[in-house]
T-cell receptor, first 113, second 113 residues
Framework: GQQLNQSPQSMFIQEGEDVSMNCTSS?????WLWYKQDPGEGPVLLIA?????ELTSNGRLTAQFGITRKDSFLNISASIPSDVGIYFC?????????????FGEGTQLTVNP | DTGVSQDPRHKITKRGQNVTFRCDPI?????LYWYRQTLGQGPEFLTY????????KSRLLSDRFSAERPKGSFSTLEIQRTEQGDSAMYLC???????????FGEGSWLTVV
């Protein structure tokens, strides 16, 4: 099935470092979402973006909805060990396609204490 | 906990057997989605319901798969004559209306041996 291009696939960082990951698509979306998934659990919503150019923060997390509506990035500042997990971007077309989500392949984040 | 609830969390079955998963969405959410996730991949859309009506099915949903939401509340996903390729995590999600934020359950792991 269609998926978004998410990069990097994995990151190994030291505690306290900042992290940046991004997602690109050949298709336009009108909503971008970022989820975090721990092993054996379902994805948990971190940030939702609804307007092109929107920049939204949630604690140490900041995400932006690209102007072209085909990309988004997520930044994590001052990483801590509990940030470990897989981060997924997801694009959504509201009011069409059942508002289904199209997911990236995930970025595996490892934080070394 | 008033989140999306899935049962069972884990299921091991022999090839050829039938399995059924249940999802209880967040109360009053009229949209319910089923996704499938394999290791190293993001979730992929299978089907969704608006109340009790199944409005869209992915090509991933072969004729061995059937989903129901008889009263517009909980949903079941049945897989008949399971194959090893069906091994995956099956995620249920719900939202209040079309285009609203989609929340995921913790998933049901299926292992076909």
């Amino acid at each position: 099935g269609q998926q978004l291009n998410q990069s990097p696939q994995s990151m190994f960082i030291q505690e306290g470092e900042d992290v940046s990951m991004n997602c690109t698509s050949s298709s336009i979306f009108n909503t971008w979402l970022w989820y975090k998934q721990d092993p054996g659990e379902g994805p948990v919503l971190l940030i939702a973006l609804y307007k092109a150019g929107e920049l939204t923060s949630n604690g140490r997390l900041t995400a932006q909805f690209g102007i072209t509506r085909k990309d988004s990035f997520l930044n994590i500042s001052a990483s801590i060990p509990s940030d470990v997990g897989i981060y997924f971007c997801a694009g959504q077309l509201r009011e069409t396609s059942g508002s289904r989500l199209t997911f990236g392949e995930g970025t595996q984040l490892t934080v070394n204490p | 906990d008033t989140g999306v609830s899935q049962d069972p969390r884990h299921k091991i079955t022999k090839r050829g057997q039938n399995v059924t998963f249940r999802c209880d969405p967040i109360s009053e959410h009229n949209r319910l989605y089923w996704y499938r996730q394999t290791l190293g991949q993001g979730p992929e859309f299978l089907t969704y319901f608006q109340n009790e009506a199944q409005l869209e099915k992915s090509r991933l949903l072969s004729d061995r798969f059937s989903a129901e939401r008889p009263k517009g509340s909980f949903s079941t996903l049945e897989i008949q004559r399971t194959e090893q390729g069906d091994s995956a995590m099956y995620l249920c999600a719900s939202s209040l209306t079309a285009g609203n934020t989609i929340y995921f359950g913790e998933g049901s792991w299926l292992t076909v041996v």
